[in-house]
């Protein structure tokens, strides 16, 4: 019987897929897909034997041109139309090798013999198997580097629409961590039987759903997966990121849940990590802070300075107070700093889980904080330590609305260099002199205080970017960050408004509406894609009714919250003419039914 998280998942997915069949962001990398497995699946139709000629003639018979070229791009080209391996394929010298081995081209014809009808899972599996353990057997024998993603490449490319192309096994498992449903023992499995499982779930929900999808097929399926991944992985090792785009496009939302999914994915993978928390919101409220930048914040507020403070007999005196980001730091920081006063080495990106065991077995670290590490038999000894610390999201609304030169300071440097090794004096560290230490103080080595950015706390910022305060982002500082846009969204806008239970005839009329909208400001020259409608506007959709039913509604929604922004847009043209003919053509593009 079906689990109420598999049923959650399958909802999850059929949405999800809807929006990326109507979207259609890799249709050059879909393309690439079709033709690369339509060359398998033809040479499989004259395929018998299991040797280098008899494959050989039968892509021949196929029409094929070029063998050598096809069999580099099933097992040697990083980039193959099915997916990229990157440093994880095989190399040149490795590649010449194995086409003299007669068990390779046996690996070979069996996998592309999967594609002359639609094997069994069964079947599927005994040949990936087979695979893998010739794999195993052959890079131990001639002390070569396993390359497990090539072979799950070359098997998907067999099969299209079984199994995703997130080939290695690494990535998929951070993928169902990041989806959060990694409770679902079937997706625990090895690669192939957990690719097998989610696409049968896609595939029951589109069919016993009658889902009818447009541009719906095997190609666009396995590939939804990795768009997925790439989308709810979003800068999943950039610690510094931008959202920026027009107004009412769900930046913060979007950096929130980002953040959310992956300090639960960290937290599920770490029972044993203190304070355990017994919902999401109260997860996202201890490893996150969030804050707006407005004109008058600076750097005291941020990093710290002196400030007004109230004694316990009501006195108010000035007094050194640290901001919010050092305060902040200070907590993500927390396994860093103890590591520094237990070994007076700083934590680098070299040092390992073995270091800090060893260190926990000669008492000079407390072993509590560091329990999530020592006590998960799954970590093993060799990986680094830095990516396994538990996650830290620091989020700044409105990011280009303070003067951001002088909010961060001397924080410039430290954004560019983490950690303990890249310690810096701030402004106020004199202050320090002494030993005159409370308990807002940071890294104290030898009666100086230090401070830096722990590696384990990410810096989101949020911003439009047709807000006139964008010039206080300098070049130097920009080069800090990574951007990333973010646009309207129909399917988030069709979302929003089931949320707010406005009949389904509506909502399609409306999406169409803000379609040929935006469309339509995008090549306005006075304005351009920077203006357009972002999707929450339509969380005021239910605000407007009448007798008028649809026409109404779209109606009042222009009068009312369109017409005001778009006229603020228009402002600076000087002539009230010419705004008007602009507005009447935009209202006259929204509100046709």
């Not at 879909?30 to 494959?55: M, N, P, R, W």
């Not at 991944?229 to 979007?254: E, M, N, R």
Request: charged share 25%.
């Amino acid at each position: 019987m079906e689990t109420d998280k598999e049923t959650n998942l399958k909802n999850y997915l059929g949405q999800l897929y809807q929006h990326y069949c109507i979207e259609r962001p890799n249709e050059d990398w879909v393309s690439a897909f079709d033709a690369f497995c339509d060359k398998i699946k033809q040479t499989a139709k004259y395929l018998e034997g299991k040797t280098k000629k008899d494959l050989q003639t039968a892509f021949e018979k196929a029409g094929g041109e070029d063998f050598d070229s096809f069999i580099s791009q099933c097992w040697y080209e990083r980039a193959n139309g099915v997916a990229s391996v990157g440093l994880g394929g095989v190399s040149k010298e490795n590649y010449k090798k194995l086409m003299q081995e007669d068990e390779f081209w046996e690996v070979v014809c069996k996998a592309i013999k999967l594609a002359k009808e639609d094997s069994k899972n069964s079947v599927i599996k005994q040949v990936w198997n087979d695979a893998h353990d010739w794999m195993e057997s052959y890079a131990e024998t001639n002390h070569i580097n396993r390359f497990p993603a090539v072979v799950n490449r070359f098997i998907a490319g067999c099969i299209p629409g079984k199994c995703t192309t997130i080939v290695p096994q690494a990535h998929y498992n951070t993928f169902i961590s990041q989806i959060n449903w990694s409770g679902i023992d079937k997706l625990n499995k090895d690669w192939l039987e957990s690719n097998l499982y989610i696409l049968e779930l896609l595939d029951s929900q589109i069919k016993h759903h009658n889902l009818h999808i447009e541009n719906d097929n095997i190609y666009y399926r396995s590939t939804f997966f990795w768009w997925l991944y790439d989308t709810l992985g979003l800068a999943q090792d950039d610690k510094q990121i931008v959202f920026h785009g027009s107004p009412g496009t769900g930046k913060t939302w979007k950096a929130k849940e980002i953040s959310k999914s992956k300090i639960i994915s960290w937290h599920n993978n770490n029972k044993t990590f203190k304070p355990k928390l017994d919902t999401n919101d109260k997860l996202f409220a201890e490893f996150s802070s969030l804050i707006q930048f407005h004109p008058s914040f600076g750097y005291e507020d941020f990093v710290e300075g002196i400030r007004p403070t109230s004694s316990q007999n009501g006195n108010i005196k000035l007094g050194l107070v640290e901001g919010v980001f050092k305060k902040f730091c200070k907590k993500a920081a927390t396994w860093e700093i103890d590591y520094y006063n237990a070994t007076r080495q700083p934590l680098e990106e070299k040092t390992t889980v073995s270091d800090i065991k060893d260190n926990i077995k000669d008492k000079k670290i407390t072993s509590e904080i560091w329990r999530f590490i020592t006590e998960n038999d799954d970590i093993k000894n060799d990986e680094k330590l830095i990516n396994l610390l538990p996650p830290y999201f620091f989020i700044i609304d409105e990011i280009n609305r303070a003067e951001l030169s002088r909010v961060f300071g001397e924080l410039m440097y430290s954004l560019e260099y983490r950690g303990a090794s890249h310690k810096i004096e701030t402004q106020y560290s004199a202050m320090h002199d002494g030993g005159n230490f409370d308990k807002s103080s940071f890294l104290i080595i030898d009666d100086k205080e230090y401070f830096f950015i722990p590696y384990n706390l990410y810096l989101y910022g949020t911003m439009n970017t047709i807000d006139r305060s964008v010039e206080s982002f300098d070049f130097a500082l920009r080069r800090r960050f990574r951007w990333i846009e973010v646009k309207p969204d129909l399917f988030a806008a069709r979302q929003i408004m089931t949320e707010n239970h406005i009949p389904e005839d509506f909502i399609t009329k409306f999406c169409e509406s803000l379609k040929r909208l935006n469309e339509r400001i995008s090549e306005e020259p006075l304005l351009g894609p920077h203006y357009m409608i972002g999707h929450a506007y339509m969380k005021a959709v239910g605000e407007y009714s009448g007798p008028g039913g649809i026409k109404s509604y779209i109606n009042s929604f222009w009068t009312c919250r369109l017409e005001p922004l778009l006229t603020e847009y228009f402002r600076g043209i000087g002539n009230s003419g010419v705004i008007g003919r602009k507005l009447e053509a935009l209202k006259n593009e929204f509100i046709k039914v």
